[in-house]
């Protein structure tokens, strides 16, 4: 994995050990006959490859983003439930958020809201794991905070970058503005690693150091030296038939010092004051500005991790005051800025965290770990949007029509990215990974 290295990420989840402790980067049937639903399956997939999404922008809200005070409110629920947030309308007629949505919400005509997402895994360390790679974590001795055996199973940026042709010299997978969690290629490689920028573009010094030459080393110099690296691989390879993998790295990292394209991509300070502003001055919000750069630069897969969302405790001022809107006014810049661009059709974006919040608000004035109920948002990318997908019961605890797994959100990214997702790799041991998992289109979603 490629990094940017400024300073320490610390644990912000409720977790006993720390994330980056806690997960590593590790390492077709015939038809007999269609059924109405694969039938149908198979006309959504053809209709989708036509005008299939280039690019993913995934923003994760590590921690879990409570459900039911953005975009499932339950305004007739009991108090305990509900919570003190109100339901807006949206652009929508008929379709209601959270309050502090409201730049979302007038702009909902450019999204649409899953409801029914579910899943029964409540720790942040194996949720994170499972939505990334559609893998369950399994650990040695069976608790959620210990290291998993089974990081060996690449995450959906690294199924997406291997299965996509690669443009150009802007790296085609980004993590930031630290690695997500899980997000490694496992036992596919480093060729489909993370570029990582550890490094927040909201401070006014943010830089990408790796896209400079190193201090006295000309241009013409770092020519002799890649001369010098391709000499030692071809001995390597006369010798034991390959060139190992930290060739893959010097590689990328030369065509990134090397290339306008990417120190132009990185540039946020490029960017007006107003755009900025109109993304907000969060972390988030430059994230999703410096990602949207990317994609016009030719990125493939972003992937952006907002920590902070683990709210046990007096969760409403902190969702109120910073969470829930730095989030909305994010994701309202970027499906805007994208459509105005004539990138939204052909970008999809994604924002999910790996679990929801508990629906009964805990005796500290919080919500707990919840997976059985979740909201995701899509845009772009040639689905339909201004929909609501699926429903939840009076309490937002589970879904009460269309569910949808992790292995249909994978199913569907990749099919709408015209990824063929009957796909099979095998790990160094010979067993079989199928790329999503046996998942299906989320129903009515194209």
Known sequence: MLRVAVGRRRNRNCNAVTRRDAL?????????????????????????RSAKAQACIFLFLEGGPSTIDMWDLKPDAPAEIRGPFQPIASSVPGTFVGEHCHLS??????????????????????GYYYVMTGQRARFQDGQNNRIPVNTLFPSLGSKVVRELELRG????????????DAGGPGFYGAEFAPFVIESDPVQPDFEVRDLQLPRGVSPGRMSRRQEMLSGIEQFQRAVDG???????YYHRAHELVTSPAAQ???????????????????????CALLSRRLVEAGC??????????????????????????????????????????????STLVVMMGEMGRTPRINANAGRDHWGQAQSILLAGGGIRPGQVI????????????????????????????????????????????????????IPGLV
């Not at 919400?105 to 194996?126: C, L, M, P």
């Not at 390959?242 to 893959?248: I, K, L, P, V």
């Not at 019961?393 to 099919?415: F, G, K, W, Y």
């Open 24 to 48: 590593r980067i590790g390492g077709l049937g015939a038809l007999g006959g269609l059924s109405l639903p694969a039938l149908l399956e198979l006309e959504a997939r053809g209709a989708v």
């Open 105 to 126: 919400a007038r702009v909902a005509d450019k999204f649409t809201i899953v409801r029914s997402h579910s899943h029964e895994d409540n720790g942040h360390v194996t």
């Open 169 to 180: 010299s802007v790296p085609p997978y980004v993590n930031l503005p630290a690695p997500m």
């Open 242 to 248: 390959r060139a190992g993998e930290m060739s893959t």
């Open 264 to 286: 132009k991509a990185f540039d946020i300070h490029a960017e007006s004051e107003a755009t900025r502003r109109r993304y907000g001055h969060s972390t988030i919000g430059q």
């Open 300 to 345: 493939r897969f972003v992937g952006v991790d907002h920590a902070g969302w683990d709210t046990h405790y007096t969760c409403f001022p902190t969702l109120q005051d910073d969470l829930i809107p730095q989030a909305d006014r994010a994701f309202s810049a970027l499906v805007t800025d994208l459509e105005d661009r004539g990138l939204l059709d």
């Open 390 to 441: 699926g429903a939840t019961d009076e309490h937002a605890s589970r879904p009460t029509s269309d569910p949808v797994s992790i292995q249909d959100l994978h199913h569907t990214i990749m099919t709408l990215m015209g990824i063929d997702t009957q796909k099979t790799y095998y790990t160094p041991l010979g067993r079989p990974v199928p790329l999503d998992g046996g998942g299906k289109m």
